[in-house]
């Protein structure tokens, strides 16, 4: 019987050091884990399941040569990528491509889009030539151009479309969302119409 007792005790004392070594090692691999509210982002808009890792979205080095947003022939931008460097971090989601004929003859630029509370950080940072689109709450559509002033104290709840440089979208991005919606005036024209715009942030 004291024999059995030591054994008991034995395996029990081994079972407790496994146990504590198996808690330590988990606590260290959670603290080397992003926190999920901090570190990473879920967007709606993405496909499912996907998360998208914050500092990894600031890999990117701009100004990016503006074939980088160039898609030639087709026709559905959802889910596409910028180019080879950008691919991994940089989500083109995009619905409507034809927001404004103005745009077209727009050289080197891209459009961010993104909720006016987030932006309103960009808005200081923007040229008075800088093109400033408002998403219209009763049909989907976009208003504009505006000039930037214009759209000071405008609702929160509209979502901004701004027209900017290429070697300015950086800057730009780095401000507030690290995740922004990115697409190339270049690839309008091959893109089908829609009645609606994708609703971004």
Not at 10 to 30: E, G, K, N, P, Q
Not at 67 to 82: I, M, Q, S, T
Not at 108 to 134: C, M, P, R, S
């Amino acid at each position: 019987m004291t024999v059995l007792s030591a054994l008991f005790s034995r395996a029990a004392t081994y079972i407790v050091f496994v146990v504590v070594i198996a808690a330590v090692s988990l606590y260290r691999h959670s603290q080397n884990l992003p926190h999920p509210t901090s570190e990473w982002i879920s967007e709606s808009s993405l496909p499912p399941n996907t998360r998208i890792k914050t500092n990894e979205l600031r890999k990117p080095n701009f100004p990016v040569p503006a074939d980088a947003f160039n898609f030639p022939g087709e026709g559905n931008l959802e889910g596409r990528y910028v180019n080879q460097e950008v691919r991994e971090n940089c989500p083109v989601i995009l619905s409507n491509l034809r927001l404004a004929p103005s745009l077209e003859d727009i050289p080197g630029k891209v459009l961010l889009f993104f909720n006016q509370k987030e932006a309103a950080a960009v808005i200081d940072h923007l040229n008075a030539d800088d093109t400033v689109y408002l998403r219209s709450e009763d049909n989907g559509n976009h208003e504009g151009p505006f000039p930037v002033a214009a759209v000071l104290g405008e609702k929160e709840s509209r979502v901004l479309v701004i027209s900017v440089p290429v070697d300015k979208a950086k800057m730009v991005r780095d401000l507030q969302k690290p995740v922004f919606h990115i697409a190339s005036l270049r690839a309008r024209d091959t893109a089908p119409p829609h009645s609606e715009s994708h609703r971004c942030g």
